[in-house]
C-alpha cells in the first residue's frame, strides 16, 4: 500500500512582526520530457486492463473502461484529427458539458499536437464567437443541435473555422473513420514533438469584467500542478484503505479546476466517471450509482447538501435535532482539528458518544447524499467557511479546501493531510511561493503559473505582468504564523465608505450565500456612509420555507416583502453582522425578486458575481437603501 510523503512545513519569512512570504519545497520531480498526450498511453502499457473511466450505460448502470482501451480510443482520434489535415499548434475548441467525449477529446487533440480550447457550454452567441476569433480556432466540438445551430449562425465572423462536429450526431465516429489508414507512428511522431515547454490549452478567463483573455497553460504547468497535488493529497488519490478511488466528476471542464482534476485521475490511474447533469435528481441518482470515494466540489454544492439535510428534517420535524446534530459535528470537527495541531487531545469520550448516535441519525443521510462512500472532498472556487468545514468533518467527510487562479493551472494553495486549518485555504501546493504584498494583495511564483495571455496577432502567450517575478493575483489574504492563507477578498472589489472604513464583501457575502433562503448577495457601500446588501432567495430553500409558513399561495414578488421572510433573513444577516465590526456590518438589505444569472449578464460561467453589472442594473434599489 503506497505510503504517503513526508511533508516538509511551509518556510515563512516574517517583516514587521507579520508573515509576509511562504514556501514550501515540491514534492514531485519536474518533469523535463514528454507532454499530457503520453499519460493514456504510458497507462496502457503498464496497467493495459485497469480501470480508467465508468461510464454511464443508457438504462443507467455504469461499465468501466480500461487503460488500453482508452488509448486506443485516443489514438483511433489522434489519427482521425491528423487525416482531416489538422497542423500542430492548430487550436480544436470544445464546447459541451462534463462528458466522457470531453476528456476523450482532449487527450487525442494533444496526441495530434494541437492546443484545445474549452467554451463553457452555456456561452451566449457572442461569447463563443469572441473566444473561437481570438484563438482562431479551426475544428470545434460541440455537444448538441442548439450549440450547433449557435455557432452555425456565426460561421461568417470565423472565417479560421473549417469543422464544426456533433457529439451527440456521432462526431467520434467521423473523426475516426477519417482516420483509419493513418499509420499509427504518426500520432507517435506528433507526440515526441511535444514537450513540457509547449503549449497544451489556451483557457479564457470569465472575467467579472471586460473580455475574457486567454490563458496560455503548457503541459509543463498540469505536470508542476497535478502531480505535486496529487503527492500532497495521498489520501484523496491513492489506495490507503480497500476501497479503490474513484470519483465523479460534475463540475465544467471548461473550467481549469475540474480540468486539472480530470487529468490528475488519468495520472495517478484514480477511475474517473462524467456527470453532465447537475439538476438535483439527475446527479443523486448519478452520486448514489458511482459511489465516489471522493469528490470535486465547490461551496455552493455543500451548501446545498446541508441546506437540503436541514429542510428534509424539518420537514420530518426533526429540526431541533437536525440542529443539536449539526453543533455536534462542528464541535467535534473543531477538536479533530485542534488535536491535528497539537492543542487538545481530541474529541472526548462524550464527544464521541454523541457523534456516534448523530452518525446514525444525521451524517449517514448527508453521507449517502454524496453517494455512500465519499470520504473526501476538493473544495475550491470560493472560501467554504469554518462552520460547514467544521460540520462536514464531523459528518464523516473530510473537506480539502483549495484557493487558485486559471493563471495557476488551478489550486495553489490547498489544505494539508492531517493538517487542517478550518477556514483558511491551506498551504502553498509543494513548489509554490506566496507573497503578501504592501496592500495585501496575494503575489505567487511556482512551475504552475501560465505563460502569459493569448496575444491573437502574434499567436504566442504575452509575458504576465509581474512584481520582481511574483504573479499579482487581484486577490487580498494573510498568511498565518504557520503559513497558511485565508483569502479576504478582491482587491478590486474593496469597499471604501464615506468614512473611510475599508470592507472586504467576501466574508459577509460567503456567509449570507449559506443561508437556506439565500441564493446570492452583493455587498455595496463604496464611497456611501454605511455598507448594505442585495439578496436573492433560493428557490428549493424558499419553496420549503413557503410550504413550512403556509405561504404557497404567495408569489416571490409578495413573499419579498413578507414580514416574515424578512425576519429570517435579518436574523441571517445578524448572524453575518457578528463576524465583523460595526463599521462593517449590514446596516440595509433588500431582496430582489429574480436571481442573479449568467444568462442575465449578473454571473460569470463559474458562478462568480458580475459587480459592475449588478451596480448598473439595480442602482435604483442601491440608491433606495441609502434613502435616495
Known amino acids: 500500500m503506497p505510503q504517503p510523503p513526508t511533508l516538509t512545513p511551509p518556510r515563512t519569512t516574517v517583516e514587521a512582526d507579520r508573515v509576509r512570504e511562504v514556501s514550501v519545497p515540491p514534492l514531485a520531480p519536474r518533469v523535463t520530457t514528454g507532454s499530457l498526450a503520453d499519460i493514456p498511453f504510458t497507462n496502457a502499457a503498464e496497467a493495459p486492463q485497469q480501470p480508467a473511466f465508468s461510464r454511464k450505460s443508457p438504462d443507467g ?7 488500453g482501451d482508452f488509448a486506443a480510443e485516443v489514438l483511433a482520434m489522434a489519427k482521425g484529427l491528423i487525416a482531416l489535415g489538422l497542423q500542430p499548434g492548430e487550436r480544436v475548441a470544445i464546447m459541451a458539458r462534463t462528458t466522457y467525449e470531453w476528456t476523450l477529446t482532449d487527450f487525442a487533440a494533444w496526441a495530434a499536437g494541437l492546443i484545445t480550447v474549452p467554451v463553457y457550454p452555456t ?51 467521423h473523426v475516426v473513420d477519417a482516420g483509419r489508414q493513418v499509420p499509427d507512428a504518426l500520432v507517435a511522431e506528433r507526440r515526441a514533438d511535444l514537450s513540457p515547454q509547449s503549449v497544451a490549452t489556451l483557457i479564457y478567463t ?44 460534475f463540475l465544467p471542464l471548461s ?6 482534476v480530470a487529468i490528475g485521475c488519468l495520472r495517478a490511474r484514480v477511475r474517473l466517471g462524467h456527470a453532465p447533469s447537475i439538476k438535483t435528481d439527475d446527479l443523486l441518482a448519478d452520486l448514489a450509482g458511482f459511489r465516489p470515494t471522493f469528490l470535486l466540489g465547490i461551496p455552493y454544492v455543500l451548501e446545498k447538501v446541508y441546506n437540503t439535510g436541514r429542510a428534509t428534517a424539518e420537514k420530518m420535524g426533526r429540526a431541533s435535532s437536525f440542529d443539536r446534530g449539526a453543533r455536534i459535528a462542528q464541535r467535534y470537527g473543531e477538536a ?40 473526501y ?197 445578524d448572524e453575518a453582522n457578528s463576524q465583523v465590526s460595526r463599521a462593517e456590518s449590514i446596516r440595509r438589505f433588500v431582496v430582489l425578486p429574480r436571481d442573479f444569472t449568467e444568462e442575465g449578464g449578473h454571473l460569470t460561467p463559474s458562478m462568480k458575481l458580475r459587480r459592475a453589472a449588478i451596480v448598473r442594473d439595480y442602482a435604483d434599489q442601491i440608491d433606495q437603501l441609502y434613502g435616495g
Open 123 to 173: 456561452s451566449s452567441a457572442s461569447q463563443a464567437r469572441h473566444i473561437l476569433q481570438d484563438a482562431r480556432v479551426r475544428a470545434c466540438f460541440v455537444e448538441d443541435v442548439e450549440q450547433t445551430r449557435l455557432l452555425s449562425a456565426e460561421r461568417g465572423n470565423l472565417p479560421a473555422l473549417e469543422h464544426l462536429w456533433q457529439f451527440s450526431s456521432g462526431a467520434v465516429s
Open 61 to 67: 448502470s455504469w461499465y468501466a473502461t480500461s487503460a
Open 255 to 260: 473550467h481549469v479546476f475540474g480540468r486539472m
Open 336 to 375: 479533530v482539528e485542534a488535536q491535528e495541531h497539537g492543542f487538545g487531545g481530541g474529541p472526548g469520550v462524550g464527544l464521541r458518544a454523541a457523534r456516534g448516535l448523530y452518525d446514525a441519525l444525521i451524517y449517514r443521510r448527508i453521507r449517502a447524499a454524496l453517494g455512500g462512500r465519499c470520504r
Open 377 to 573: 472532498v476538493i473544495c475550491g472556487g470560493s472560501p467554504l467557511g469554518h462552520r460547514l468545514a467544521a460540520f462536514f468533518e464531523g459528518a464523516g467527510v473530510t473537506i480539502y479546501e483549495g484557493y487558485g487562479l486559471t493563471e495557476t493551472t488551478a489550486a495553489t494553495t490547498a489544505t494539508p493531510p492531517l493538517k487542517p486549518r478550518l477556514g483558511t485555504v491551506g498551504w502553498p501546493v509543494p513548489g509554490t511561493s506566496l507573497r503578501i504584498a504592501d496592500d495585501g494583495e496575494v503575489l505567487i511564483k511556482g512551475e504552475h503559473v501560465f505563460r502569459g495571455y493569448w496575444d491573437a496577432e502574434s499567436e504566442s502567450a504575452v509575458p504576465h505582468a509581474d512584481t520582481d517575478g511574483w504573479m499579482p493575483t487581484g486577490d487580498l489574504g494573510a498568511l498565518d504564523s504557520e503559513g497558511y492563507l485565508s483569502i479576504t477578498g478582491r482587491k478590486k472589489d474593496l469597499i471604501i465608505t464615506s468614512g473611510g472604513k475599508n470592507v472586504a464583501p467576501a466574508p459577509l457575502e460567503d456567509w449570507l450565500r449559506a443561508h437556506p433562503l439565500v441564493s446570492q448577495c452583493l455587498v455595496v457601500g463604496d464611497n456611501r456612509p454605511y455598507v448594505a446588501a442585495l439578496v436573492t432567495l433560493e428557490p428549493d430553500g424558499l419553496a420549503h420555507w413557503q410550504r413550512m409558513h403556509k405561504k404557497e399561495h404567495l408569489s416571490v414578488a409578495d413573499l419579498v416583502a413578507d414580514e416574515d421572510l424578512l425576519r429570517n433573513l435579518q436574523q441571517a444577516v
Open 206 to 249: 470569465s472575467g467579472t469584467t471586460g473580455a475574457p483573455k486567454g490563458c496560455v497553460l503548457t503541459h509543463g504547468n498540469f505536470f508542476a500542478e497535478v502531480d505535486n497535488a496529487i503527492e500532497l493529497l495521498h489520501p484523496v488519490f491513492k489506495s490507503v484503505t480497500s476501497q479503490e478511488p474513484s470519483t465523479l466528476l
